[in-house]
């Protein structure tokens, strides 16, 4: 079993900063890829960031210059540092991990999400 856990959301004003976290834990042989998506109300999900376990990342041009994802291989955990937050950067946001078990089986394994609402 592979768990991931979000945290860190909450409500903002726009302007403000926010950081989201989420842990990888289990069954873990390694941890390859991870990432931030994101879902508002009535639209579908869409990709934030990525980073893969070399650190190369991958922005939405919506959140370029704002957004900064890191991640520590070590805790298999990773980071999203949200600045100069907008009320459209509001939505749920979800984690990724791209996982390789114990077992040798990899999969794509998600958060239960946490919210992240931006409103004066």
């Known amino acids: 079993q592979v768990q991931v856990v979000e945290s860190g959301g909450g409500l903002v004003q726009p302007g403000e900063s926010l950081r989201l976290s989420c842990a990888t834990s289990?069954?873990?042989?390694?941890?390859?890829?991870m990432g931030w998506y994101r879902q508002a109300p009535g639209k579908g999900r869409e990709l934030v960031a990525t980073?893969?376990?070399?650190?190369?990342?991958n922005y939405a041009d919506s959140v370029k210059g704002r957004f900064t994802i890191s991640r520590d291989n070590g805790k298999n955990t990773v980071y999203l540092q949200m600045n100069s937050l907008k009320p459209e950067d509001t939505a749920v946001y979800y984690c990724?991990?791209?996982?390789?078990?114990?077992?040798?089986?990899?999969?794509?394994?998600w958060g239960q999400g946490t919210q992240v609402t931006v409103s004066s």
């Open positions: 289990g069954s873990i042989f390694s941890v390859n890829s």
């Open positions: 980073i893969t376990f070399g650190h190369s990342t």
């Open positions: 990724m991990a791209n996982v390789m078990s114990r077992a040798f089986v990899r999969g794509n394994y």
